[in-house]
């Protein structure tokens, strides 16, 4: 039972446009939601992260937007650029679990 | 760099064979994570050790095995190996216990033939 689902296998984006990226849970426990990316042979990356008390949170470029009650996340990338493409893991996780569930991730590419 | 090492990076083996993965988590860190990625498929949860003793279990099959050593080390064991065992599995640590922010291995890339 996949409770974090990442819908889209793969997104194509030109350089400097907005990449969304987007991420549905199952599970209303879940209240810690975070974005990882991953390079080829890479282990994956801590991107940004968000706590279920807030609806944005934002670093740079990057952005995550909650919507709790439609259990939907995204992340955002403004301007995208081409070292941007890699895979992108949404995880989530709740209060008292030990580990994180994971999407089975999108596939970003940044066209130059 | 995260700090997490893991060896080997690649592993060929045979059906049948056992094998034991290496992880070493960043200095300070209590908590390792052990994940399963298969081919197109999301990081699968394995198990977790927190200071040396089992937190957490996941979807861990009964012929693999991990503990975690004084030093904090961690290996996991895969035995009696099937094809389907092939994947690539990644160790993650974390300060304390807990599931928020995990700091991720380069992985060790398991091929059975």
């Known amino acids: 039972d996949q409770q974090v689902k990442q819908n889209s296998p793969s997104l194509s984006v030109q350089e400097g446009r907005i990449s969304i990226l987007n991420c549905d849970y199952t599970?209303?426990?879940?209240?810690?939601f975070l974005w990882y990316k991953k390079y080829p042979a890479e282990g994956p990356t801590f991107l940004i992260s968000?706590?279920?008390?807030?609806d944005k949170n934002e670093d740079g470029r990057f952005t995550v937007f909650l919507n709790k009650s439609a259990k939907h996340l995204s992340l955002h990338i403004v301007p995208s650029q081409p070292g941007d493409s890699a895979v992108y893991f949404c995880?989530?996780?709740?209060?008292?679990?030990?580990?994180?569930?994971f999407g089975t991730g999108t596939r970003l590419t940044v066209i130059p | 760099d995260s700090g997490v090492t893991q060896t080997p990076k690649h592993l060929i083996t045979a059906t049948g064979q056992r094998v034991t993965l290496r992880c070493s988590p960043r200095?300070?860190?209590?908590?390792v994570y052990w994940y399963q990625q298969s081919l197109d498929q999301g990081l699968q949860f394995l198990i977790q050790y927190y200071n040396g003793e089992e937190r957490a279990k996941g979807n861990i099959l009964e012929r693999f095995s991990a503990q975690q050593f004084p030093d904090l080390h961690s290996e996991l064991n895969l035995s009696s190996l099937e094809l389907g065992d092939s994947a690539l599995y990644f160790c993650a640590s974390r300060r304390a216990s807990g599931a928020d922010t995990q700091y991720f291995g380069p992985g060790t890339r398991l091929t059975v033939l």
């Open positions: 200095s300070g860190d209590l908590s």
């Open positions: 599970n209303s426990m879940f209240d810690y």
């Open positions: 995880a989530a996780s709740g209060t008292g679990a030990n580990n994180l569930f």
């Open positions: 968000i706590s279920s008390i807030k």
